[in-house]
């Protein structure tokens, strides 16, 4: 059967475009035109390869003729030398210190006792010094033999609160009313803050790591809610026996103390009713001194009592504190400035001494005073050694003057100066009265060493030696008839160094 041819295609259309040239084929490798030249020249090694390896090397530069090396004797000569040079630069440098810190004495209104006591002190120094320089012990003193070189002590590491001169000046100066120069003669009296070990309140991941920054009398002059000033009507400091109070200091000792710290007019207040202090939230497990009350009910609790003229309250108990909301497992103190109440334990401060002992009250005062401080506004100190430091543990509170160094002073006395709680003829406060005050305070209740430290205190406010009055008493008692009495034991040492 005969099949049908497809029909033809249509004739295409003819392009507008010619048609593309058939790719050319590249031309022979010698017939190649050259490369272009490369921007940059081509790489060492592949020029190398082209060419074969020069037999002689290139020749090195030519090196400067060397110096001849020194002996290990002159080496060690020329080092004794350059020591000597800076000894005797840190000894001119010292001639200009001590020169200078006498000028400042007889411009501060030493008398020629005070000046030759310096300059015999600044002696002493020197001499201990090219002693130790020498590898010769210093000499005995009284004629009483050299004990021998004393041995540095280590030096401890952790973070160190500035307290040069320059920091602390502007600390009491900056942005506040001019002070009066007795205060600033103060600073001599109280040490440093040493550096801060791992546990200590300054320590690195301590709660006293917010406190470094300080609180200079400028910010502290600042209005805001962090200060708290007495009035004409609410002027009077409350203290408060909460609790079990069993085997505490005297009410009667506590208010004088209280009143002589801060100049204003103590009462003791009545304690709280039986329905009151039930109401008081208590952690029943303890941290192994019993029950602890939580402070922030507690606090919440002596405010709802807190009487019309009371400038603030002071909570004092034999029971544990806490704050678990806080995460703080237990507490020497706690105030609340938004209340104006605060609230401190004396439980831990017997573990070792007797409760009827000068270092058992010297404990309780120094927490009465700190925390009835922060009261007023004041926070935590860093620019010297002062009973405003925070404090970990005992020891470490233990180890400050019971004293207010020249900044935390001086806000005390211009809350007082500019509250005039006894209307515009308040006189300002006496610095000088309220130092005696506290001298005659801790002599009184056998606290000598805080006494010998006011003493001290008072010696620098008022440019002059303030007298021993154990001294005093012994240079006019007059010559025992007969036999010599039997000495009597030595004293018992001081607790801790203050």
């Not at 507008?16 to 490798?29: L, R, V």
């Not at 609410?234 to 009667?252: F, H, M, N, Q, W």
Request: hydrophobic share 35%; glycine share 6%.
């Amino acid at each position: 059967m005969p099949t049908s041819k497809p029909p033809a295609k249509p004739p295409a259309k003819p392009s507008a475009k010619p048609p593309a040239k058939p790719p050319a084929k590249p031309p022979p490798a010698a017939a190649r035109p050259p490369a272009k030249a490369a921007r940059t020249p081509a790489k060492a090694p592949q020029a190398a390869a082209a060419k074969p390896r020069a037999n002689k090397p290139a020749a090195a530069p030519a090196k400067p003729p060397a110096t001849p090396a020194k002996s290990p004797d002159e080496v060690a000569a020329d080092l004794q030398k350059t020591l000597a040079m800076m000894d005797a630069l840190m000894e001119r440098v010292g001639d200009a210190a001590d020169k200078a810190a006498v000028r400042l004495a007889v411009s501060m209104g030493a008398d020629e006792a005070q000046v030759g006591a310096l300059v015999e002190r600044q002696a002493e120094a020197k001499a201990r010094k090219a002693a130790a320089q020498k590898g010769q012990p210093p000499a005995a003193q009284n004629g009483a033999p050299p004990a021998g070189p004393p041995m540095p002590a280590p030096k401890k590491k952790g973070w160190q609160a500035p307290q040069d001169a320059k920091t602390r000046e502007k600390a009491l100066k900056d942005g506040c009313p001019p002070c009066a120069p007795p205060l600033e003669r103060c600073w001599h009296c109280f040490p440093n803050l040493p550096p801060a070990g791992a546990w200590d309140w300054l320590g690195k991941d301590q709660p006293g790591v917010r406190d470094r920054p300080g609180q200079p009398i400028k910010r502290f002059l600042q209005p805001g809610p962090h200060r708290n000033f007495p009035t004409r009507v609410c002027r009077k400091i409350y203290l408060l026996p909460l609790g079990d109070v069993s085997g505490a200091p005297a009410p009667e000792v506590l208010t004088e103390l209280l009143r002589l710290w801060f100049c204003l007019e103590v009462e003791r207040m009545k304690p709280l009713p039986a329905k009151a202090l039930a109401a008081i939230e208590r952690d029943e497990d303890g941290c192994g001194y019993g029950a602890q009350i939580e402070c922030p009910s507690a606090q919440k609790v002596i405010h709802a009592h807190k009487p019309r003229d009371a400038f603030i309250v002071i909570g004092y108990t034999m029971e544990d504190l806490c704050n678990s909301s806080s995460g703080f497992g237990f507490l020497f103190g706690e105030a609340n400035l938004d209340l104006s109440i605060g609230l401190f334990s004396f439980a831990r401060y017997a573990d070792d001494v007797p409760r009827s002992s000068p270092r058992f009250l010297r404990r309780c005062g120094m927490v009465l005073c700190h925390e009835a401080s922060h009261l007023f506004g004041i926070k935590h100190c860093v620019y010297a050694s002062c009973v405003m430091n925070g404090s970990n543990h005992l020891e470490e509170s233990e180890s400050r003057p019971f004293a207010l160094c020249p900044v935390d002073l001086r806000k005390i006395q211009l809350t007082l100066d500019q509250a005039k709680v006894n209307g515009k003829d308040t006189p300002p406060v006496d610095l000088l009265a309220r130092q005696r005050g506290l001298v005659a305070f801790f002599d009184a209740h056998g606290l000598v060493d805080d006494a010998r430290f006011g003493r001290g205190l008072l010696s620098a406010l008022t440019g002059e030696p303030e007298p021993d009055p154990e001294g005093a008493e012994a240079a006019a008692a007059p010559p025992p008839e007969g036999p010599s009495p039997p000495e009597p034991p030595p004293p018992e040492p001081p607790p801790l160094a203050q």
